[in-house]
């Protein structure tokens, strides 16, 4: 049964839907054992492994559907946590509720054998998330795929993927699609480098083309197969690529059971056309709005056209502030910066190529117009046209760092309000606190395209 119908269900009044529980069958039963060989305990029945769920409370059903798949294997989800302190203390499906401190020290008191997130909830904050709970010592953590959440089953294999340590083979994490350069919103210091192009051309409004956008999506189906978690259409703003609906309508038929996103500043969402949203609704696309000041003050018009065209959304906690990370000289270790980067598991395509960051991508609009010669090489990236690239050497590119997190510092990142640009832009937002202080004076302000 899936999700959706359970929620048909719960929608048409009836509360009482219960789970047979998946018994472990077949060999199954030993399945804890082996993920968890440190143990070295007979595992003679549930409980021998204790794991927490973490859980956006919004998305709590999800939590109980991923409590009973797990618990079929004699796995015990002794409590739930919730990055939202306001949920810890309360109960779900009759198992406690944690917050982020209180899930550390259970961990380091060694009553919890690890913490499984799940990709279905908002996988841009459990990033953050994770890395927070890394640094606190928590180091067994570990991702249920969105795509577990569209099956009533779960085989070994798939719990020897929630169980592979984050980062492993099995996890490729989110791929950013960078669907267009442009965008309607113009904010200082657009780590995608929106502003600092032209931004008139019909030309732009479509710089990834359809074809190029299909050759692209099955190369990463042919190199990667279903192990990516979710796939994002992120810009610019992707709505102004009035190709977007052909894109949806080909990626969902590649990935039937992906989460599919896109990410917008939501202000183009009143006006869009009935054609468009019902292709993202048919498609079970969910639109994750950036909640920005402008973006904020329409939110009612764009929470009303959402809900009555039956689209899923949500919209970010408020952005009030950006960061500039970047350093003009490329002095830093780019293995440091890249243990720290709380996006490494976060990739862009583009026009035939992969990338860590769209910076890499996109960088000759931020040399051009401030007149910088901060350069990207072979192996900042990988061409998807290659017929001979395999999976080892995918994920050995996404796994390390690439030359290119030289110049970006994640360790000592400047942190200003969000502001709409003015012209000239100032470099100074794109960078770090003490590239700032080395780099800006000497660095040359754009005045025009
Ligand atoms: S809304 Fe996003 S893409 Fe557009 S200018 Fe702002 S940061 Fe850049
Ligand atoms: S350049 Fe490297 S360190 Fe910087 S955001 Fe990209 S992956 Fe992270």
Known sequence: MRVATVNALKAAGIDEIYYAPIRAAGGAADAPARLFPEKKVSLAGKGAVKIALNIQYRDSFNGIYLKNLIEGFFISVCCFTSWNDRFAGGKLDGVDILSY???????????????????????????????SLKEKGVGRIYTAPARLFHTFSLSVGDLERIFAPDGSPYQIGLIDISTTDCCNLNCQGCEYFCGLRNQDTEAMFTSYGFDAFRRDMEAMRRLLGDEVYQFSFVGGEPLLNPLLGDFIVFLRALYPYMDINIITNGLLIPGLSAELLQTIRENNIWLRISSYPPTLKKERAIRDRLNSAGIFHDFSPPI???????????????????????????????????????NVLKLDFFNAYFDQRLSVSAEDKIGLGNEALNKREV???????????????????????????????????????????????????GSEL
């Open 320 to 358: 009030e502030y950006f960061v500039g990370r970047m350093s003009l000289r490329g002095e830093n270790d780019p293995r440091t910066m890249f243990h720290h980067c709380h996006s490494k598991y976060c990739y862009t395509v583009r026009n035939g190529e992969l990338a860590h960051c769209a």
């Open 395 to 445: 994920l050995r590119f996404l796994r390390n760092p690439s030359p290119f997190c030289r110049y970006c510092n994640t360790q000592a990142r400047s942190v200003y309000r969000w502001t709409p640009a003015s012209q000239p832009q100032s470099i100074e937002y794109w960078l770090a606190s003490s590239a700032k202080e080395q780099g800006a004076g000497a660095a040359k302000k």
């Open 101 to 131: 401190d209180e899930l550390v020290a259970k961990y380091k008191k060694g009553e919890l054998d690890g913490v499984v997130f799940s990709q279905k909830d908002y996988p841009q904050s459990n990033q953050a998330a994770k890395q």
